[in-house]
């Protein structure tokens, strides 16, 4: 049977038109199977010098008080920004505090769902590259099946 170059052609084109469109869609399943939101409340927490402590109940990702999104406090002056996080201790220090006693610290971060499973995290992160590499080869193998599927016929 003779293959038809517009056939592979049309081949070629909705092959990239369907991996452009789920690549997206892996991208963010890929982000979301790696890391988790959390909301942790810790009451009386008490003011020294301008900043307070509160432990996380899970490790905040990558130990990295950019992932804490946001902190709230009970009390309406303060005006509460994590500070720095200990990993060994979980600790997270919020600074922004005014003085006024105890108060109940609110605050939402992101924790990794794969600190059970050592390495997951680095594969599932070089997942990505794997995928493009397998994009260009695949588009080049199908480029070449259509050159030579041309040449024949």
């Not at 920004?81 to 200990?86: G, H, K, L, P, Q």
């Not at 060994?88 to 919020?94: G, P």
């Amino acid at each position: 049977m003779k293959s038809n170059k517009w056939t592979n052609t049309f081949i070629v084109i909705a092959m990239l038109s369907f991996v452009i469109m789920i690549f997206p869609i892996t991208m963010t399943s890929i982000e979301s199977s790696l890391m988790d939101a959390q909301v942790d409340t810790a009451t009386g927490v008490v003011d020294t010098v301008n900043s307070g402590t509160m432990t996380l109940s899970q490790p905040l990702y990558d130990s990295s008080v950019t992932y804490v999104a946001t902190v709230t406090s009970s009390s309406g002056t303060d005006t509460p920004v994590a500070s720095t996080y200990a990993a060994s201790t979980e600790l997270l220090t919020v600074t922004g505090l005014t003085w006024s006693g105890t108060r109940t610290l609110t605050t939402t971060y992101t924790y990794s769902l794969t600190e059970d499973y050592p390495g997951l995290k680095d594969v599932m992160e070089v997942t990505p590259l794997i995928l493009w590499v397998i994009i260009i080869f695949g588009t080049g193998a199908a480029g070449i099946f259509a050159v030579r599927a041309k040449l024949k016929g």
